[in-house]
């Protein structure tokens, strides 16, 4: 009789019975033979995949409770997940065992490769902290990679801060630790945390040493730390998250992208509220849908000043960061599309006196004045 190889077991079919008198295993195998004998065809007889090698080695596990033999079947196999179905579903056809009633069920088909996969996994991982560089294999491979940058994160100073390499002149602040696992997996390591929105002392510190950029969420909370920091510490730059996003789920493209349009603080970056005089005699909300014409279907939107010139064209995902970190006073923003509670929040606390859009997000306490185009 052909033996199947450990190597190639694909599944383990596991199956539970209860018998209404005492049995012995060789009872229990012999009916799973016996029993399943012409019922699937000769293409699945259990005799002859066995002798195969499709199937392996039946293993039986019984006891006798109050005069009942209860136990378990396990029956490896080597066959595809459609084929095994089939052979485990014929088990439960089986109604008598020896001389007595029995009644089998399936509990578990298990398949045994993923135990060696996650073996895999695990010891790649730990092979890959010793090596420099490795080959390209697709999902596996970048999850061992980013699992071994993360591995890279130490605790920085007294305050034991969550960074990466810090050896460099120029290093990247962010909120917290998720935020700094974040880019270590997408090989930004010169980061830290601050492990809050409080900043810490060694922060502080650094910016006297080192060429600092914080790095904020796109929201109002990110608009908050930045203010929070450039009130407490020397920062040369700032980069912002897309609107509403968080720098913990952003994709490494996304993360590039934000860093490569950081603003100097200073020249381009002013964490103040700016509002601009309104010098326009005429009618604002005419004027704001005269300008609203000259870019409707566009997608964009226009900040003002205070004599409604256009001071800046911008697109849509880019108004609430225009806005914030616009260091010439808008009075009045136009833009083609929903204003959303972002966008309404931003013009807010920069001053802006008119917002106009084809719809608004509902958005309580709000000073700027709506104006639906």
Avoid: W
Wanted: a negative charge.
């Amino acid at each position: 009789m052909a033996k199947v190889s450990p190597v190639s077991i694909k599944y383990m079919v596991k199956a539970s019975f209860t018998a209404q008198g005492p049995l012995e295993k060789s009872d229990v195998i012999g009916a799973l033979f016996g029993q399943t004998e012409g019922l699937l065809g000769e293409a699945l007889e259990m005799r002859e995949l066995q002798k195969e090698g499709k199937i392996g080695r039946i293993e039986v596990e019984l006891e006798t409770v109050d005069g009942k033999s209860v136990g378990e079947i396990f029956l490896p196999s080597a066959l595809d997940k459609s084929e095994t179905t089939i052979v485990a579903a014929a088990l439960e056809t089986i109604d008598r065992v020896g001389p007595t009633e029995a009644e089998i069920k399936v509990t578990k088909i298990e398949d045994v490769r993923g135990e060696k996969r996650d073996y895999i996994l695990d010891r790649a991982k730990k092979l890959l902290e010793g090596l420099d560089g490795g080959s390209e294999f697709g999902e596996m491979s970048q999850s061992v990679k980013e699992e071994a940058r993360v591995q890279k994160i130490q605790d920085y100073g007294d305050e034991k801060l969550p960074a990466g390499d810090l050896s460099g002149d120029e290093v990247i602040v962010v909120e917290g630790r998720a935020d700094v696992v974040n880019l270590l997996k997408n090989r930004v390591n010169n980061v830290i945390g601050m492990d809050g929105a409080k900043l810490p002392k060694e922060i502080a510190k650094l910016g006297e040493e080192k060429e600092l950029t914080l790095f904020v969420d796109g929201d109002r909370g990110g608009a908050l730390i930045t203010k929070n920091v450039l009130a407490n510490a020397k920062v040369k730059y700032v980069a912002q998250a897309p609107d509403g996003k968080e720098v913990e789920e952003l994709t490494g493209k996304e993360i590039l992208l934000s860093l490569r349009r950081k603003t100097e603080v200073g020249k381009g970056y002013d964490d103040t509220a700016s509002s601009a005089e309104i010098t326009f005699d005429g009618d604002v909300k005419a004027k704001l849908r005269a300008k609203f014409s000259d870019i409707k279907g566009s997608g964009e939107a226009l900040l003002l000043d205070g004599a409604m010139d256009v001071i800046k064209k911008v697109g849509h995902r880019e108004v609430t960061r225009s806005v914030r970190n616009s260091r010439t006073g808008i009075a009045a923003v136009v833009l083609d599309g929903n204003a959303l509670g972002a966008i309404i929040k931003a013009c807010d606390e920069k001053g802006v006196a008119y917002l106009g859009a084809t719809n608004f997000a509902a958005v309580s306490g709000a000073k700027v004045e709506l104006v639906s185009l």
